[in-house]
């Protein structure tokens, strides 16, 4: 199985993210094929913490530009009352794996009843200082905002970064769901990976990184 990644200066596709290309920390991955696309499967680790659970893309860096790819969580087997099926891209991963820009969706909280969930449903962190819960806190409404997305249905993310701007278009919509003007990292570079938080089966599909001219 393979995720298709591709590079602006390219003039073919490139497969760089099959799962024996993949850096697994605090996850595990498995090829599937999931709604009818060949698919990664990043699967919950039950006997590690799932904090800083990444699939990193070995050999891809990433300063400014484009990243798309074919994403859907789900609720996992035995998953907590917390789970809300978290999948996204982080970005500019430094070799700690623990540093890194995150973007993401709760696809359990677009359709929720209560209001305030619904407006959880798409976030950005930035790994290890600026969590959801200190952002939260501290700025509350500013990087979280709501996107209809579906449990478990496939879901085209694309994210653009240039600098400290990193802007999150979900559903190849013209406008973004999400604006962050104040990348907490700053400008730098890094990897990609994929991501997927606790109680989630996440899957990914068709990775596409366009780097800027």
């Given at each position: 199985?393979?995720?298709?990644?591709?590079?602006?200066?390219?003039?073919?596709?490139?497969?760089?993210?099959?799962?024996?290309?993949?850096?697994?920390?605090?996850i595990?991955?498995?090829?599937?094929?999931?709604?009818?696309?060949?698919?990664?499967?990043?699967?919950?680790?039950?006997?590690?913490?799932?904090?800083?659970?990444?699939?990193?893309?070995?050999?891809?860096?990433?300063?400014?530009?484009?990243?798309?790819?074919?994403?859907?969580?789900?609720?996992?087997?035995?998953?907590?009352?917390s789970?809300?099926?978290?999948?996204?891209?982080?970005?500019?991963?430094?070799?700690?794996?623990?540093?890194?820009?995150?973007?993401?969706?709760?696809?359990?909280?677009a359709?929720?009843?209560?209001?305030?969930?619904?407006?959880?449903?798409?976030?950005?962190?930035?790994?290890?200082?600026?969590?959801?819960?200190?952002?939260?806190?501290?700025?509350?409404?500013?990087?979280?905002?709501?996107?209809?997305?579906?449990?478990?249905?496939?879901?085209?993310?694309?994210?653009?970064?240039?600098?400290?701007?990193?802007?999150?278009?979900?559903?190849?919509?013209?406008?973004?769901?999400?604006i962050v003007?104040?990348?907490?990292?700053?400008?730098?570079?890094?990897?990609?990976?994929?991501?997927?938080?606790?109680?989630?089966?996440?899957?990914?599909?068709?990775?596409?990184?366009?780097?800027?001219?």
């Amino acid at each position: 199985m393979k995720l298709l990644l591709a590079a602006a200066l390219c003039a073919a596709a490139v497969d760089a993210a099959n799962v024996n290309q993949l850096e697994l920390h605090s996850i595990r991955a498995g090829s599937a094929r999931y709604r009818g696309k060949n698919a990664i499967h990043l699967i919950p680790d039950p006997v590690r913490d799932n904090d800083d659970a990444l699939a990193i893309v070995e050999g891809l860096k990433f300063r400014d530009g484009v990243i798309e790819a074919d994403v859907a969580g789900d609720l996992a087997p035995g998953h907590s009352d917390s789970a809300r099926g978290f999948v996204g891209i982080a970005f500019r991963v430094q070799p700690d794996a623990r540093h890194y820009e995150l973007l993401s969706l709760r696809p359990a909280n677009a359709r929720a009843a209560d209001q305030l969930r619904r407006n959880h449903t798409a976030a950005y962190e930035g790994h290890p200082d600026f969590n959801f819960d200190r952002l939260r806190k501290e700025s509350n409404g500013v990087y979280e905002s709501y996107v209809d997305v579906e449990l478990g249905a496939w879901t085209h993310l694309k994210i653009v970064v240039n600098g400290v701007t990193a802007r999150m278009f979900v559903n190849r919509a013209t406008q973004p769901c999400l604006i962050v003007n104040d990348l907490k990292l700053g400008a730098g570079e890094g990897a990609v990976a994929l991501w997927s938080g606790p109680g989630t089966d996440g899957f990914f599909a068709n990775l596409r990184v366009t780097p800027a001219k």
